[in-house]
């Protein structure tokens, strides 16, 4: 697939991209199955938002399989993907009851360029086949992002056990640790729904002299 750091940035200093990455690299070449996001996207997120930009961290767990959709970014879409991935349409929805508005599309890429990093578990998945690629070794590249940004108070919005227990090192004292069920249409109902995550990171957020995240209007960001 021929995946390279080289937009990466600081993080590209992480041990991962020089121990683990060749290998990663290497089973996806010789995967038959179309292989998503492009290859030129997989690090998107690391691309949109620099260790030190950082503010607010939101895991999710790998990329859509449905061609068209995933462009690299956690629980984001392409603009243009209709209807709304069943995930993010609760996003929208807790976010509509939590903020009065929503965003106009799938695109979530105004929230990483305001220091909101949307980090997959997984970074790539088999066209078609959720969790087809869980085994190869991507969650090294998850741990040591989070060890990195242990370093300064960050909120994180960990939506389901596995982004829970990804991000179990991390003080709660120190940072903001917003801890629900996942937004899937199998979970959110037991509590992902009333969670308020938007106003209590921004309520976080300004009572440490930072600015509210933009969550809901691309054009005001």
Known sequence: ?????????????LPFFRDDLPAIDAALDADPR????????VFAALELTQPEDVR??????????????AHGLAFSA??????????????????QDDL???????????WA???????????TVPAGTANGHKALGWQRLTAQVLARLADAPRAFLLWGRQAQEAARGIDGTRHLKIETP???????????????????TNDWLRARGHAPINWTTPEAS
């Open 34 to 41: 179309p292989t998503l996001p492009d290859s030129g996207q």
């Open 113 to 123: 360029r305001q220091g909101v990093l949307l980090l997959n578990s997984v970074l």
């Open 56 to 69: 607010v961290v939101i895991l999710g767990q790998d990329p859509y399989p449905t061609p068209g959709h």
């Open 78 to 95: 392409a603009p243009h993907v209709r209807p709304l991935p069943r995930s993010l349409a609760n996003i929208y929805r807790e976010m």
């Open 100 to 110: 009065g508005a929503a965003p106009p599309n799938a695109d979530l890429r105004f």
């Open 182 to 200: 996942h937004p899937s249409p199998l979970s959110a109902r037991r509590g992902f729904f009333g969670s308020r995550p938007f106003s209590r």
């Open 1 to 13: 697939m021929s995946l390279t750091a080289a937009h990466t940035g600081a993080w590209t200093t």
